[in-house]
């Protein structure tokens, strides 16, 4: 009897979304937290890290579940994804809580123009680079079954 084969299940696409799914969740987890309490980290409490890891996780979906589409290849370039999950930030800011600036959306912008800066600065970095090599899975097109 053969056993579960993780490594045939544990390719790179599987290692690209699961450091994509990560860091990113992490970066507009990080963003939002910060802008949340207005910059004073001693304020942070419980409820606020459950809401900024809410926001991640849910600004993340939209990436993770392009990866399963032949648009994948477009998270491989840096601007692209950070601007692509820039928008998805904004979008999961503003349906998870309500903004603690003036402006009913003001937050959410500043969070998704947060989450832009920090996921172009972390491609420059060598996690960044680490990504950037899981990601050429998706820039190779592979061969019809026949």
């Known amino acids: 009897m053969e056993g579960l084969n993780l490594r045939k299940f544990w390719h790179g696409k599987q290692k690209f979304r699961a450091a994509l799914c990560g860091h990113q969740a992490i970066e507009a987890g990080v963003v939002c937290?910060?802008?949340m309490v207005q910059g004073e980290l001693?304020?942070?409490?419980?409820t606020h890290v459950?809401?900024?890891?809410?926001?991640?996780l849910l600004a993340v979906s939209p990436a993770v579940a392009l990866t399963f589409t032949r648009f994948a290849r477009h998270l491989a370039n840096?601007?692209?994804?950070?601007?692509f999950f820039a928008v998805c930030t904004f979008l999961a800011d503003a349906a998870i809580?309500?903004?603690?600036y003036s402006g009913e959306y003001t937050?959410?912008?500043m969070t998704a123009l947060g989450t832009f800066i920090f996921s172009v600065a972390v491609s420059y970095t060598p996690?960044?680079?680490?990504?950037?090599?899981?990601s050429e899975h998706f820039l190779h097109t592979e061969p019809a079954a026949e």
């Open 33 to 35: 937290l910060f802008l």
């Open 42 to 46: 001693a304020a942070v409490t419980l």
């Open 50 to 56: 459950e809401i900024a890891t809410r926001t991640g």
């Open 78 to 83: 840096r601007w692209t994804s950070a601007a």
């Open 97 to 100: 809580h309500a903004s603690h």
């Open 107 to 109: 937050e959410a912008a």
């Open 127 to 134: 996690v960044g680079k680490k990504i950037d090599e899981l």
